[in-house]
């Protein structure tokens, strides 16, 4: 068997795409910079430009029933099934500028039933909650006390709004006399908002507004006869906009609270606001259209949009005066940016307003993923949907184009997509789906061109594999230099019908359908995986059947079977080109002829083709192996030193990296909390990227080279190091050799120096430990090196043979530092506090000196034994002429 590579290898993440948002309610702040996302029980602060994340605020235990960020991004507010709600003070952080420091300032009951809605006012100091008791209750966000409570119906409230009056005429409070005559401290305190007022909806339809001065309720706007939805106010129009699930919406006017106008929307509305200064209205419902209306007709601006599906309904959105978009928030937990810019120019009827940018809060599970365009600067991933989405792999850091931001959709099947394969130039993507169909799609992303190229209909059932060729064509055909204009020539599906089919892809603009060349029964189970090898002449399908068979490409006809795994196979990759031949369990394999397999079973198989025997079995996964994948091989300068890897994904949640030459697991990736059902390669970087059904991609940079040139320079600094330590030892520089072993934690070598020291002989007068330099350098330590020290007098001072050096060099520290320096040394590295560190000294100290004290009290017995002995031994000898002098000389000494 051949020996262990001698490089370590190591991958780290460098980048993660992660879950931002699970439903539940959504805040931007003033600026549109920061997002404020409910993650199950945690807060998720973002940064809208970037993508980054600012900061996760943990949860109570219990989800989170709503939430809301204050304009000035000053306070965070979180309220939760516990019932319990919680103030956070935010700051930004002095030492990075992509993140935030939080702190929470108190926790509250604020009603008896959870917070549904909350709203805080634009001076950022006044919060309203509103729960399923139809209370209302108004909070001072920085003090934490109640200023107002209004109470009505039983019903729930479903929507509020802070907004000031514009006319002073419309005030009616009390006279400036009255006031003067009557007022009272909690009057005095409300006198700066009295001209404010508050609209809550609630689920009867009404929309009630309370007087912030007078503490009463103005007004009761009853003319919807369901939930209303949202609430917004215009102070250029001075109208109240309100909007309900009767698919109806109004504005009020501010001054006599009648109704300007009624219009029906025909649809369920969620979500509702003014743009542009009010001059415009817009509305967001169960059809997932943005749709834009005139405040002062009514009319509808906007085309007739055909209505999307049911994960693509609106159910809530966010519009701030001064942003140039509105953000609105999808069924399916996507946010989108709506430019409102083509509203400045408005000349009869707009299509629809353009859209900014997609951000998916949650990808949901992830199936499958590919790198795609020629620089591999985007991914595909298959998201359990029937959507391919396509998000940027780019560090750019500019506003729209960050590393994960969504950057497209392929929508086409109509049910959920299984595999995808993507062909040598990342232009082409090829994507099977449980709508028995597949579909080939052509990426072009210069153009921002993502369209279906052909589809692919025959299979009686779901589609498990797909492959396309990965044979890369001549430098100087056409097809390599314009790989847009050429689609890949064949598409192989391989379905749970048990068939597999070889598909001719049609030329561009030639109007055929395509034509499957051959349908092949291959397994006596569903087929999971298909490959096709480097040079195309053959392919592979995996089955749960447990097999693995190897095909003819041209001919479709069976060439081997590989049998040996005991549950179904998963995943199934032929060796790349110029594989170099690997060691197996029965001696070497050629590379050019392997192939790779993961199964069900736990296991990994390399089998060679030339007789399709497995080489070598690779054990250590815990759980299904989904997804297998070769490494970029080692440079020719390397392969003596680095063997042929593979990585290996499982349902156990890990990716595994292997040596294929000694099977043995090279190094474990744990960043997912699901089974890793996607796995890929970057073939120029080697960074692996994995997705989880825990919606997360982890990208995992290679770091092999970077950690054996730390590892090498670390070795030499260690080797140079000691030889510093040897001379200064032997120079007798004892500062610069305490203070270095202390550095090194080399307890060894500083154990040497010390007994050297005090065993001198004869002692330099007036030395505590025997050399006079070393009292002074032991008297000169920082905290840091006494405490380091400390620990080391510990360890001695449990032996016995050391136990002596250790009380001398403790006795010298405790007579040249005062019990203040010593009793305030700051808690040292591991956890270990001075208290333990005493507690050990203690025990093993008394434990010395109990020794000590008993050898003493056997030496004066002995002294006496001899003593009453000494006549007895002198007769013996007298008597006994046979008897050496030398026996009488040791029983009289």
């Known amino acids: 068997m051949a020996n262990k590579a001698p490089y370590q290898t ?25 997002l404020a996302t409910t993650l199950g029980e945690e807060a998720l602060l973002t940064d809208l430009n970037t993508g980054r994340q600012l900061a996760k605020i943990e949860g109570d235990g219990e989800l989170i029933s709503t939430l809301t960020l204050t304009p000035s991004a000053s306070h965070l507010i979180i309220c939760s099934r516990s019932l319990s709600m919680r103030i956070y003070s935010l700051k930004p952080s002095l030492s990075s500028s992509s993140s935030i420091n939080f702190e929470l300032l108190r926790t509250l009951k604020p009603h008896t039933t959870p917070v549904v809605v909350l709203a805080v006012d634009q001076t950022s100091t006044l919060l309203a909650t509103g729960a399923a008791d139809g209370v209302v209750k108004v909070w001072d966000i920085t003090g934490g006390y109640i200023t107002h409570t209004f109470r009505g119906p039983n019903v729930l409230i479903s929507a509020l709004q802070f907004f000031e009056l514009v006319s002073k005429d419309a005030e009616t409070g009390i006279s400036s006399q009255n006031r003067k005559r009557r007022k009272s401290n909690d009057e005095e305190a409300n006198e700066a908002g009295k001209g404010f007022r ?37 102070l250029e129009e001075n109208a109240l906009l309100t909007a309900s699930r009767d698919k109806t919406i109004m504005w009020w006017d501010a001054r006599t609270w009648k109704v300007r106008k009624v219009v029906p929307v025909l649809e369920e509305v ?17 059809n997932g259209n943005i749709r834009i209306w005139e405040t002062e007709n009514g009319r509808e601006i906007t085309q007739p949009q055909p209505p999307k599906g049911e994960a693509d309904a609106i159910v809530d959105s966010i519009s701030i005066p001064g942003l140039p978009y509105i953000l609105s928030v999808q069924a399916d937990h996507t946010m989108i940016l709506h430019s409102t810019d083509p509203l400045d120019q408005v000349n009869g009827t707009i299509s629809s307003l353009p859209q900014i940018r997609r951000i998916s809060g949650t990808h949901d599970e992830i199936i ?21 989405r396509i998000v940027s792999l780019s560090q750019s850091g500019e506003d729209s184009d960050y590393f994960g931001a969504d950057v497209a959709q392929l929508k086409g099947h109509d049910d959920i997509i299984i595999c995808l394969d993507i062909d040598w130039s990342g232009h082409w993507i090829a ?12 990426v072009d992303a210069v153009n921002s061109s993502f369209i279906c190229y052909a589809t692919f209909t025959g299979h009686a059932e779901s589609l498990g594999a797909i492959a396309l060729p990965h044979t890369i064509p001549a430098e100087s055909s056409s097809a390599f230099k314009s790989p847009l204009e050429h689609p890949p020539e064949f598409v192989l599906t391989g379905s749970q019908d048990r068939t597999i089919k070889r598909w001719v892809v049609p030329k561009k603009d030639s109007g055929k359908a395509p034509k499957a060349i051959y349908t092949r029964k291959a397994h006596d189970k569903d087929i999971n995986a298909l490959d096709i090898s480097h040079n195309g002449q053959h392919f592979a399908s995996a089955s749960q059947d447990k097999t693995v068979k190897i095909w003819s490409f041209e001919e479709g006809e069976v060439t081997g079977v590989l049998r040996g795994h005991r549950r179904g196979v998963w995943s199934v990759k032929f060796a790349p080109k110029d594989t170099p031949s690997i060691t197996g369990e029965s001696g070497p394999a050629a590379g050019k002829g392997l192939i790779l397999t993961g199964s069900g079973d736990k296991t990994i198989k390399i089998w060679t083709l030339s007789d399709f025997s497995c080489v070598r079995t690779l054990e250590g996964h815990s759980n299904s192996v989904l997804k297998v994948a070769w490494l970029n091989l080692p440079n020719p300068e390397e392969r003596n030193k680095r063997h042929v890897q593979i990585a290996s994904a499982g349902g156990d949640g890990l990716v595994k990296v292997w040596d294929a030459n000694t099977g043995e697991d090279a190094c474990t990736l744990d960043n997912h909390e699901d089974r890793v059902w996607a796995l890929a390669v970057h073939p120029v970087t080697n960074m692996i990227v994995s997705g989880s059904g825990d919606s997360t991609v982890t990208f995992w940079k290679d770091t092999t080279t970077s950690t054996q040139a730390a590892t090498t320079a670390a070795a030499t600094q260690f080797v140079e190091q000691e030889q510093e330590l040897q001379n200064y030892i032997h120079s007798k520089s004892y500062r610069e050799a305490i203070t270095l072993a202390l ?6 070598r500083l ?9 001198v002989n004869p002692p330099e007068h007036g030395s505590l430990c ?12 920082s905290d840091q090196q006494i405490f380091a020290l400390l620990l080391r007098i510990r360890d001695w001072n449990t032996n016995n043979r050391t136990a002596p050096v250790a009380q001398r060099i403790l006795s010298v520290l405790v007579k040249s530092y005062p019990a203040s320096r010593l009793a305030n040394l700051k808690v040292g590295a591991r956890g270990k506090s001075l208290d333990e560190i005493c507690g050990g000294l203690k025990a093993y100290s008394d434990r010395q000196y109990k020794r000590i004290e008993d050898l003493t009290d056997e030496s004066y017995l002995m002294e006496y034994t001899l003593g009453a002995m000494g006549g007895l031994g002198l007769l013996e000898n007298e008597t006994t002429n046979g008897r050496r002098e030398s026996d009488q000389d040791v029983i009289m000494v």
């Open 743 to 748: 550095q090194l934690n080399h307890p060894a």
């Open 770 to 781: 025997g050399v006079k330099a070393v009292d002074e350098v032991l008297s000169s330590l």
């Open 198 to 234: 508050l609209a809550s909806g609630s689920q009867d339809g009404k929309v009630r507004i309370w007087d912030l001065y007078k503490r009463n309720c103005a007004s009761v706007l009853d003319s919807h006869v369901s939930d209303v939805t949202s609430l917004d106010y215009s």
């Open 270 to 286: 969620e979500a509702a606001g003014f743009v542009k200064s009010g001059k415009f209205t817009y509305t967001g419902g169960v």
């Open 751 to 759: 154990l040497s120096l010390f007994t050297s020291v005090v065993t």
């Open 368 to 388: 499958d993923l590919g790198y795609l365009l020629p620089d591999r600067s985007l991914l595909a991933l298959a998201t359990n949907s029937e959507e391919i």
């Open 10 to 34: 190591t991958f780290e993440p460098e980048h993660t795409i992660q879950p931002i948002y699970t439903g539940g309610s959504v805040a931007l702040d003033q600026s549109g910079r920061i």
């Open 431 to 442: 994507t099977g789906a449980k709508d028995n169909t597949a579909r080939l799609w052509r």
